[in-house]
C-alpha cells in the first residue's frame, strides 16, 4: 500500500497570506489527524476527521480549520498567515489497531 | 496542560552502549502508548508500541517498559547505533481516544 502522502512538501508565504495543504491517507484509513512541529517543539495536535466528520480537535485558534472528503482525502487550511505559524505540518492516518502513520509532512514559511 | 512529558531534551550515547529514553505521563486513563522515531525533514515513523495491559514489549534492539503505578514509559535501545540518532517521541492514548498525546522529544545522538 502507498504511504501517507502530502502536498506540497515546502511552501513559502507572506503574512496575511492564507494557505491549504492536502493530505491523502493510506487507502482504508478513514481517520485523518493533523499536527504542527515548530522548531524544539513537540508535535501539537490540530484536528482529526473522520468519515467527514471533525472528531477532535485541538487548541489552536480558529484560522486553522480543516476539512476530509469522501474519499478521506483531507485538507488543512491556514488564514491570515502570521510568522509563528512557521512549521512542519504533519498528517497522519490511523489503521483500525489505532497505529498512526505520518506522511513526510509540509514544510511552511511565513516571511 | 502537558500530560505526556519527555524531561530530557537530548542524550548522547556511545555505540554499542544503551539507550534509555524516559517518558512520564499524567492521565491515569491512557491505555496505549508509542515510541516515534523522526529525522529532520521527515514524518516520524512508528518504532514501538505497548497496551496497559502489559509491562514490556521487545522487538530486536527496542523494548518499551511501562510502569503504570508510576506513570512512567522507557525506550531501551540495544546496542546503539549511529544509525539510531534522530528525535524520539512517545505518546500516549486513551479508551476511545482517537487523539495522541505527544511529548516534546528527546534527541539521541549516537557517537561512533
Known amino acids: 500500500k502507498a504511504g501517507v502522502t502530502q502536498t506540497p512538501r515546502y511552501l513559502i508565504k507572506t503574512r496575511g497570506q492564507q494557505v491549504t495543504l492536502s493530505c491523502s491517507p493510506i487507502?482504508?484509513?478513514?481517520?485523518v489527524s493533523w499536527y504542527q512541529q515548530t522548531p524544539g517543539q513537540g508535535l501539537q495536535f490540530l484536528f482529526e476527521?473522520?468519515?467527514?466528520?471533525?472528531?477532535n480537535k485541538g487548541n489552536f485558534p480558529g484560522r486553522f480549520s480543516g476539512r476530509q472528503f469522501s474519499n478521506s482525502r483531507s485538507e488543512m487550511n491556514v488564514s491570515t498567515l502570521e510568522l509563528g505559524d512557521s512549521a512542519l505540518y504533519l498528517c497522519?492516518?490511523?489503521?483500525?489497531?489505532?497505529?498512526?502513520?505520518f506522511g513526510p509532512g509540509t514544510r511552511l514559511l511565513v516571511l | 496542560d502537558q500530560q505526556v512529558k519527555q524531561n530530557s531534551p537530548s542524550l548522547s550515547v556511545q555505540e554499542g552502549r544503551i539507550s534509555i529514553l524516559n517518558c512520564d505521563y499524567t492521565n491515569s486513563m491512557f491505555d496505549y502508548f508509542l515510541w516515534y522515531k523522526k529525522y529532520p525533514a521527515e514524518g516520524p515513523t512508528f518504532l514501538i508500541s505497548?497496551?496497559?495491559?502489559?509491562d514490556k514489549n521487545e522487538d530486536g534492539r527496542f523494548t518499551v517498559f511501562l510502569n503504570k503505578s508510576a506513570k512512567h514509559l522507557s525506550l531501551h535501545i540495544v546496542p546503539s547505533q549511529p544509525g539510531d540518532s534522530a528525535v524520539y517521541f512517545c505518546a500516549a492514548s486513551a479508551p476511545n481516544f482517537n487523539k495522541f498525546y505527544f511529548g516534546s522529544g528527546t534527541k539521541l545522538n549516537v557517537k561512533p
Open positions: 476527521y473522520f468519515s467527514e466528520t471533525q472528531r
Open positions: 497522519a492516518s490511523t489503521d483500525s489497531q489505532e497505529t498512526q502513520y
Open positions: 487507502s482504508g484509513h478513514r481517520s
Open positions: 505497548i497496551s496497559s495491559i502489559k
